[in-house]
T-cell receptor, first 112, second 117 residues
Framework: AQSVTQPDIHITVSEGASLELRCNYSYGATPYLFWYVQSPGQGLQLLLKYFSGDTLVQGIKGFEAEFKRSQSSFNLRKPSVHWSDAAEYFCAVGAGYSTLTFGKGTMLLVSP | GAVVSQHPSWVICKSGTSVKIECRSLDFQATTMFWYRQFPKQSLMLMATSNEGSKATYEQGVEKDKFLINHASLTLSTLTVTSAHPEDSSFYIC?????????????FGPGTRLTVL
């Protein structure tokens, strides 16, 4: 079965600084990888996904992520964080026709 | 993008009563819908997979008699929490998958906050 690890429970970044959220997965074959964002009391919004092709994927809101097979990682990055980016971020992996397995999430706090 | 709605957005009920939560795909037909449960500060835990016109597939440890799921049409799935108890209090989120392939995007509803007194 697949699993996802997000090692950072919460991260604080200054507004305007760069951001990297870590995600490691465990799965025997090439998984489908997703990053979602959740604002308080809200559902999840898809930021980006990877299932084949270019390992650097661009998403909405200026986010990007890079799939590194050798490291089993799919880290999310943004070059300059805005206060509105403060939210919880979930990495998820899908495999075959099973549904998604989510990581425990990373809470992003943005300081002025 | 595709929109998924949930109703109600929050509900408070007495212990022992039943609560129904609706999940609708507003502008697309969803063959498959999913129901998740999220505890405070926790990740989403899949409860069941709901396919239109067939019985839901429940994850291990989820009581199918307690969490009744009906997927009567391609745009509506319902979750009924029967004889709710305080430990059922949680944030319930549904999602609908656009397309048949596993890499197709799941669109998530805004969630329903259930509080059982």
């Amino acid at each position: 079965a697949q699993s996802v690890t997000q090692p950072d429970i919460h991260i604080t970044v200054s507004e305007g600084a760069s951001l990297e959220l870590r995600c490691n997965y465990s799965y025997g074959a090439t998984p489908y990888l997703f990053w979602y964002v959740q604002s308080p009391g809200q559902g999840l919004q898809l930021l980006l996904k990877y299932f084949s092709g270019d390992t650097l994927v661009q998403g909405i809101k200026g986010f990007e992520a890079e799939f590194k097979r050798s490291q089993s990682s799919f880290n999310l990055r943004k070059p300059s964080v805005h206060w509105s980016d403060a939210a919880e971020y979930f990495c998820a992996v899908g495999a075959g026709y099973s549904t998604l397995t989510f990581g425990k999430g990373t809470m992003l706090l943005v300081s002025p | 993008g595709a929109v998924v709605s949930q109703h109600p957005s929050w509900v408070i009920c007495k212990s022992g009563t039943s609560v129904k939560i609706e999940c609708r795909s507003l502008d697309f037909q969803a063959t498959t819908m999913f129901w998740y449960r999220q505890f405070p500060k926790q990740s989403l835990m899949l409860m069941a997979t709901s396919n239109e016109g067939s019985k839901a597939t429940y994850e291990q440890g989820v009581e199918k008699d307690k969490f009744l799921i009906n997927h009567a049409s391609l745009t509506l799935s319902t979750l009924t929490v029967t004889s709710a108890h305080p430990e059922d209090s949680s944030f319930y989120i549904c999602s609908a998958r656009l397309g048949q392939e596993p890499y197709n995007e799941q669109f998530f509803g805004p969630g329903t906050r259930l509080t059982v007194l």
